[in-house]
């Protein structure tokens, strides 16, 4: 069941939004009017550099250090938003964990293919711990691509630094590239904000002609899953992701793993970030993982 705020919004899309003829190019335009949103004047915005990797920190006046920090990863299907245009999201991360974020300026395709954006990641997240972050202090919270970059990098962390986060939120999580397995009909109907196709696509623009999408290091569902930090799946009832987050949660109990998958009734792909308009669904669903971030960090 959708509510009537998301359905209007859904309706005034236009009918090929996300659709399977957009290129990296048109991506940029289309996205471009639904990022970028101006902050609130109390939201504190600190620019640095983590191991080369530009970053930004920010804060609020409702977020405590002494609970912890995020680490965000932000989506764009790999092709784009820069630091400047996302620290929209990032406030509404601040704003409903109540700790400081800090988001990574990864690299974007096509221009740097894959592995810049994981390189990007993982370098910046030395960098972070290197100037006083605590990774087992912090949560890991991505939206669609960025929630398949958010686990891959934890992945990195356990098996190279031997440290990792409390936790990983994923929204509408974009962890395995290989769209072969999507049905034409979506998981509960067609998603209206992303298609199948458009998705295909951008993986191709990531990955390059040749690359592939089975590779944990693009699609972090297909690699080792034990010995995960508590993992949240959370995805809309039509997300074109979910089918993804399902199969990812299945492998990864099997693995030993603690994870969980929120189904957010009625919600599309990137449904959290429609919060700022108070829609239902959207608020539902940053009470989750507020709940999520709560139990992981102890606070």
């Known amino acids: 069941m959708t509510s009537e705020l998301l359905a209007a919004i859904i309706d005034g899309m236009p009918a090929d939004f996300a659709g399977s003829g957009a290129d990296a190019r048109a991506t940029r335009t289309m996205m471009a009017p639904l990022h970028g949103h101006p902050l609130r004047p109390d939201t504190d915005v600190r620019i640095i550099t983590a191991g080369g990797v530009r970053c930004g920190w920010l804060s609020t006046p409702w977020?405590?250090?002494?609970?912890?920090?995020?680490?965000?990863?932000?989506?764009?299907?790999?092709?784009?938003?820069d630091l400047a245009a996302y620290l929209f999201y990032a406030e509404?991360?601040?704003?409903?964990?109540?700790?400081?974020?800090?988001?990574?300026?990864?690299?974007?395709?096509?221009?740097?293919?894959?592995?810049?954006?994981?390189?990007?990641?993982?370098?910046?997240?030395?960098?972070?711990?290197d100037g006083g972050l605590v990774p087992e202090r912090a949560v890991f919270v991505g939206d669609s691509c960025g929630g398949g970059?958010?686990?891959?990098?934890?992945?990195?962390?356990?098996?190279?630094?031997?440290?990792?986060?409390?936790?990983?939120?994923?929204?509408?999580?974009?962890?395995?590239?290989?769209?072969?397995?999507?049905?034409?009909?979506?998981?509960?109907?067609?998603?209206?904000?992303?298609?199948?196709?458009?998705?295909?696509?951008?993986?191709?623009?990531?990955?390059?002609?040749?690359?592939?999408?089975?590779?944990?290091?693009?699609?972090?569902?297909?690699?080792?899953?034990?010995?995960?930090?508590?993992?949240?799946?959370?995805?809309?009832?039509?997300?074109?992701t979910r089918l993804d987050a399902e199969r990812l949660a299945k492998a990864a109990r099997l693995a030993g793993s603690d994870v969980r998958v929120d189904i957010v009734?009625?919600?599309?792909?990137g449904v959290q970030g429609l919060v700022n308009l108070e829609v239902p669904e959207a608020m539902a669903a940053w009470t989750s993982v507020s709940g999520f971030t709560d139990a992981v960090l102890g606070a």
Request: charged share 20%.
């Open 92 to 129: 509404f991360v601040a704003t409903h964990l109540r700790i400081p974020v800090v988001t990574i300026d990864y690299r974007l395709a096509p221009e740097h293919r894959f592995p810049a954006a994981f390189d990007d990641c993982t370098t910046a997240l030395v960098g972070l711990i």
């Open 265 to 269: 009734r009625g919600g599309i792909h």
């Open 149 to 240: 970059l958010a686990l891959a990098t934890a992945r990195w962390a356990r098996d190279t630094i031997a440290a990792g986060p409390a936790g990983i939120a994923s929204l509408s999580g974009w962890v395995d590239l290989d769209t072969l397995g999507y049905g034409p009909g979506g998981p509960a109907g067609p998603d209206p904000f992303i298609s199948e196709g458009f998705l295909r696509n951008r993986a191709r623009d990531y990955l390059g002609p040749d690359g592939d999408p089975l590779d944990p290091r693009a699609s972090p569902a297909r690699g080792d899953l034990s010995q995960l930090p508590p993992l949240l799946l959370q995805v809309g009832e039509v997300d074109v």
């Open 63 to 81: 977020t405590s250090r002494e609970r912890g920090a995020a680490v965000f990863f932000h989506g764009g299907a790999f092709v784009s938003c």
